[in-house]
């Protein structure tokens, strides 16, 4: 069964940073794309950043640029999402994804999900 879980939420304030991870298990994604969305409350779930399979490709969203990165470690089927200068609109249950396909870098039609986990940013 392919599990993906995230960790690494939390409540920060403003201006602040936090590091969320995602280990995948049940099989390996070394050859997929890897990617994390977002849900604010009332809102739908967002593309935040995607990352090819060998790391060496990255998208985001114009929303998150310059101040989130995504990496992974394929060894260890994880992936990785540095938020720096966190603002108050960044507040939402981030969800960490991955792609059946292998070998290419997309912002949607993702197969396999997370539970999410929570990060909250306070003014």
């Known amino acids: 069964q392919v599990q993906l879980v995230e960790s690494g939420g939390g409540l920060v304030q403003a201006g602040g940073s936090l590091r969320l991870s995602c280990a995948a298990s049940g099989r390996t994604f070394s050859r997929n794309a890897m990617a994390w969305f977002r849900q604010a409350p009332g809102k739908e779930r967002e593309f935040v950043a995607a990352i090819s399979w060998s790391g060496g490709n990255t998208i985001y969203s114009d929303s998150v640029k310059g101040r989130f990165t995504i990496s992974r470690e394929n060894g260890e089927d994880t992936v990785y999402l540095q938020i720096n200068s966190l603002k108050v609109e960044d507040t939402a249950v981030y969800y960490c994804?991955?792609?059946?396909?292998?070998?290419?870098?997309?912002?949607?039609?993702?197969?396999?999900w997370g539970q999410g986990t929570q990060v909250t940013v306070s003014s």
């Open positions: 994804a991955a792609d059946q396909f292998e070998y290419r870098l997309i912002r949607r039609d993702y197969n396999y």
